[in-house]
């Protein structure tokens, strides 16, 4: 019988108060070890150059709504939504209509966050621990290859600098929060010192939360959406000598709840009279439900050097890993009910990452910037269950499986990257890019000798796939204040270990394994129009406007083989023996575009954010003869609206926001009826929030931050199109106060 994993519970347990008693007794040293101020390093950005489609969240946007997931603090971006459902760990962030993790990648600190299992969220972080978040859209950087044609999604913790009082090299933090719906209760503290300007400095902060059940906007209990989350972190940076910079950074994040098996399902069925009267009430419910465990450790270094003499050194190698980790169990009264396909009665899914960058920035003169460099990551996957109905089953290895529709493997990718930033005249920039990668993926034989059988087409040997991907970016400045830029990107994904190697048994007629998958490709046409001014409708306003179009084309699109008499190669072909589940098809195109717009005038700012995406297959996903259908994962027109006034003197910021979203009626149909992949059409809806702030500048409450945020002001009930027919969330009021000193 297969060892069962060990869950790490007490390790787990020890690990805050750990953070925290390190963090505090390095204080001390922090401050001491700086006695004469080291020459500043310069902060190195991975946007080498201005590019359209990439958007910036900062400390006060994040803070603002007090938003309880990241894809919540981004759906107010244009051309990004939340999808999934308003569980916890069951959000899902969609770019353009992208929405998978191998098409919007998620990193945090530059440790890859996205976390791959059917019916499950994407990617799990917590907001109280960023700082900035940048999201960079359309597969534009040449930093970041093998996919992200949706976009890299680049969170950062908060740093010293932050959270610093002026003036001052050591600090503390403590903040105590509430949220009506669902009665969250949040609280964090922090300890830290140093800073940029002096030679050391370390940051401790832990977090921690709480939430019942909430509510949807017609006053349902959402059953099983609360739970509890810890997160924690430890952040050091030493620069001894001009010039250098070491980093280390450490983040935990855990939750346990109890909580449908597929996190993104929306409400819970009650359980029929006969479950009820056989297991009782409450054991019914809970037979519907999985006692969920999940931790996620991150960990990343750097080392720079920046040389204060040479422009052409700018060298920096990071290193970054993570570990995602998932336990569930169900109830023991139903074990005799075959979860075969959702990953049996226990599982434990583990997933790691690692990855190291080599880079150095050469600025020849004004005119030139070469940046140059060696790439290397490496992923595994490792999805175990136990399914008690084939406990007595060899052909199962007695219960002990990988699960199905998750696959044990490994993919290594290396790369090379070289991106020149060339200046020909005051008011051109034009950045040439190519970037090489190789991906090797890696299968193993599932645990369970059925999914083993050569003739059916079950082959876990090695594939690799390489190629280049060349980006060309102009920006032109032709007048004051105005920029007009351009983007043209080739470039390709591989298949993953999931398409590779998914295996049915030799029963059906689509057993094997798919190896002889092609790599996805995309041609991307970027148009961008930037203006900000000073001065324009009244003196000392400020005006600032950022408009992208946008057209993507893709080719050899993988996805699973679908349709009666259309799962072979050729339309009404019986597929051959051990053919696999996926297959390539003929693409799809998704065209669109964002517009941003800024106003401030003294104590008022104003913004709106609007976008507008369409997509359509050149065939179907079912039918790859047949005719065109609109991409599913689509999302509906969406403008964002904020307003709001800052009166400095008192140290307060308020102000409302709305967000209007368009009907979608446009998604897949077959002869009349709604296709099974396609999500149902959602009607369109206005939601309002407010949000004020308030932090003293002096007095007795100067070192206090209160806010208060109210979500769905008028507790609309609504079903956004990307969470596939669930309801929204109700009303919240939202609530924090904290204190620096």
């Known amino acids: 019988m297969q060892q069962q994993p060990k869950n790490g519970r007490a390790q787990a347990a020890a690990f805050p108060f750990c953070l925290s008693a390190l963090a505090l007794s390095l204080v001390h040293f922090s401050v001491a070890a700086e006695d004469q101020q080291l020459q500043t390093i310069k902060v190195q950005s991975t946007a080498i150059q201005k590019q359209p489609g990439v958007d910036k969240l900062g400390?006060?946007?994040?803070?603002?709504?007090?938003?309880?997931?990241?894809?919540?603090?981004?759906?107010?971006?244009?051309?990004?939504?939340?999808?999934?459902?308003?569980?916890?760990?069951?959000?899902?962030?969609?770019?353009?209509?992208?929405?998978?993790?191998?098409?919007?990648?998620?990193?945090?600190?530059?440790?890859?966050?996205?976390?791959?299992?059917?019916?499950?969220?994407?990617?799990?972080?917590?907001?109280?621990?960023?700082?900035?978040?940048?999201?960079?859209?359309?597969?534009?950087?040449?930093?970041?290859?093998?996919?992200?044609?949706?976009?890299?999604?680049r969170a950062e913790t908060k740093s010293v600098d932050e959270l610093l009082m002026p003036g001052e090299s050591v600090g503390g933090f403590a903040k105590i929060g509430r949220q009506s719906n669902g009665g969250q209760i949040s609280k964090s503290v922090a300890a830290y010192a140093g800073g940029s300007e002096h030679s050391a400095d370390i940051l401790g902060y832990i977090s921690?939360?709480?939430?019942?059940?909430?509510?949807?906007?017609?006053?349902?209990?959402?059953?099983?959406?609360?739970?509890?989350?810890?997160?924690?972190?430890?952040?050091?940076?030493?620069?001894?000598?001009?010039?250098?910079?070491?980093?280390?950074?450490?983040?935990?994040?855990?939750?346990?709840?109890?909580?449908?098996?597929?996190?993104?399902?929306?409400?819970?069925?009650?359980?029929?009279s006969s479950d009820i009267k056989r297991y009782g009430e409450a054991e019914a419910w809970l037979r519907k439900t999985v006692m969920r465990d999940q931790k996620i450790d991150s960990l990343n270094g750097e080392w720079r050097y920046a040389s204060p003499d040479n422009s052409w050194l700018d060298l920096s190698v990071n290193y970054a890993q993570s570990r995602r980790y998932q336990h569930d169990k169900r109830p023991e009264s139903a074990w005799k009910v075959d979860y075969r396909s959702s990953y049996g009665h226990e599982s434990w899914v583990t997933q790691n990452s690692r990855s190291l960058d080599i880079r150095n920035v050469a600025k020849l003169g004004d005119s030139n910037s070469f940046t140059t460099g060696l790439s290397w990551s490496k992923q595994d996957w490792d999805p175990r269950s136990f399914l008690a109905t084939k406990a007595k089953d060899p052909d199962y290895n007695y219960g002990w499986i990988n699960a199905y529709g998750g696959n044990r493997g490994e993919e290594t990718m290396r790369s090379a990257y070289l991106i020149h930033e060339w200046k020909p005249l005051p008011d051109w920039k034009?950045?040439?890019?190519?970037?090489?990668?190789?991906?090797?993926?890696?299968?193993?034989?599932?645990?369970?000798?059925?999914y083993n059988v050569a003739s059916a087409g079950h082959d876990y040997r090695p594939v690799s796939f390489t190629g280049w991907s060349p980006r060309l970016a102009i920006a032109w400045r032709f007048s004051p204040g105005w920029n007009a830029s351009f983007s043209y990107v080739d470039t390709w994904r591989a298949p993953t270990v999931d398409e590779v190697y998914a295996a049915q048994t030799p029963l059906s007629n689509l057993s094997g394994t798919?190896?002889?998958?092609?790599?996805?490709?995309?041609?991307?046409?970027?148009?961008?129009?930037?203006?900000?001014?000073?001065?324009?409708?009244?003196?000392?306003?400020?005006?600032?406007?950022?408009?992208?179009?946008?057209?993507?084309?893709?080719?050899?699109?993988i996805y699973m083989r679908l349709g009666n008499g259309n799962t072979g190669d050729s339309p009404g072909q019986t597929p051959p023996a051990g053919t696999g589940f996926y297959r390539n098809l003929s693409g799809y195109e998704i065209h669109g575009y964002d517009l941003t717009l800024d106003y401030q005038l003294r104590g008022w700012f104003a913004s709106?954010?609007?976008?507008?995406?369409?997509?359509?297959?050149?065939?179907?996903?079912?039918?790859?003869?047949?005719?065109?259908?609109?991409v599913v994962d689509i999302p509906p027109r969406k403008a964002v609206l904020t307003t709001g006034y800052r009166v400095a003197r008192l140290g307060l910021t308020f102000g409302g926001q709305g967000k209007f979203v368009r009907t979608q009626d446009r998604i897949p149909y077959f002869e009349g009826t709604r296709t099974a992949y396609s999500m149902p059409p959602s009607k369109g809806y206005v939601l309002i929030n407010l949000f004020a702030a308030w932090q003293p500048q002096s007095g007795a409450f100067k070192h206090l931050e209160a806010r208060v945020a109210v979500d769905n002001l008028f507790n609309r009930s609504y079903s956004p199109y990307l969470t596939e027919g669930i309801q929204g969330m109700g009303r919240s009021i939202r609530t924090s106060l904290s204190l620096r000193f």
């Open 59 to 153: 400390a006060e946007e994040i803070a603002r709504p007090q938003a309880r997931s990241l894809a919540e603090v981004l759906d107010v971006l244009p051309g990004v939504n939340a999808g999934g459902s308003p569980r916890p760990g069951g959000q899902v962030i969609n770019v353009w209509g992208y929405r998978t993790v191998e098409q919007v990648q998620v990193q945090l600190d530059g440790a890859n966050q996205v976390f791959s299992k059917y019916q499950q969220g994407t990617s799990f972080i917590e907001p109280e621990l960023l700082g900035k978040v940048e999201v960079i859209k359309g597969a534009q950087s040449a930093l970041y290859g093998n996919g992200g044609f949706g976009a890299v999604i």
């Open 208 to 272: 921690q939360s709480r939430s019942g059940d909430g509510k949807t906007g017609d006053d349902l209990t959402y059953l099983f959406s609360g739970g509890e989350q810890k997160a924690g972190m430890l952040k050091l940076a030493f620069r001894p000598w001009a010039g250098h910079q070491f980093r280390l950074g450490m983040v935990r994040q855990e939750s346990e709840m109890r909580t449908p098996w597929a996190a993104r399902s929306g409400q819970v069925e009650a359980p029929s």
């Open 430 to 450: 034009i950045t040439p890019s190519l970037r090489y990668d190789q991906v090797a993926l890696y299968g193993k034989p599932n645990l369970a000798p059925i």
């Open 514 to 557: 798919s190896r002889y998958l092609k790599p996805e490709k995309l041609r991307g046409f970027y148009y961008g129009l930037d203006f900000e001014r000073s001065g324009v409708l009244s003196a000392g306003d400020k005006l600032s406007m950022s408009l992208l179009a946008y057209r993507q084309l893709v080719r050899d699109n």
């Open 608 to 630: 709106a954010a609007l976008s507008a995406t369409s997509g359509d297959h050149r065939n179907s996903l079912r039918d790859p003869w047949g005719n065109s259908e609109p």
